[in-house]
């Protein structure tokens, strides 16, 4: 279980969002909203990359407390990934690998399903938002986490690419990894059915009936 408490992002003075208390329970979670609502930010959060105020928890491990061991069970894929312009697929994939412990046929068996492997070997700089954004879900998919975190993951893709993206959260979602994705418009998705639904406004996070 993810758990939320008194948790509070501000930029400086302007306060972003304000959540008292929130709990995601395994399964898969749609977070939607309108562009600048927060999704992003309470995403970034989520994942370890932006400080915040109060309690992130999954299960018994505390963001604050202890990243490392919730960082290894929590994964993220950004709506418009940016890596350094000097590293290429490989080196980028290389050591989010061995971070998350994924082994080389994962690592192989990725690469190959979103086409990465025909770029690998070029320097981030040089990629299209849709190589960026593959790149970004293959590093998400790496290891072996508990959650998946989505920010968009399917604009800047080809239909094609959206097809496969769609199968590996289905197959995850199978093997019991839980998901949390956010978009700005309605969800509309035959394969991915949606345990909860969830609308940030007024600068909290509210459950949908």
Known sequence: MLNLHSFQKSFG??????????????????????????????????????????TIQLDEFDLK?????????????????AFPEFLTANDLIAFFAKLKGADNGQVKSLKEALGVTAYADSVSGSYSSGMLKKLSIVLAFLGHPEWIIL?????????????????????????????????HQDFENAYIEATDAYEVKNQTIVKLS
């Open 13 to 54: 003075s302007q306060l972003i969002l304000d959540v008292p208390e929130l709990q995601f329970q395994k399964g898969v979670h749609w977070i939607k909203g309108r562009n600048g609502s927060g999704k992003s930010t309470f995403f970034n959060c989520l994942a370890g990359l932006s400080p915040y105020q109060g």
């Open 65 to 81: 407390h202890q990243p490392e061991h919730y960082k290894l069970k929590v994964n993220y894929s950004q709506s418009e990934p």
């Open 151 to 183: 920010d968009e993951p399917l604009i800047t893709l080809d239909k094609e690419a959206q097809q496969i993206v769609t199968d590996m959260i289905v197959e995850k979602r199978a093997q019991g990894v839980s998901f949390l994705f956010a978009t």
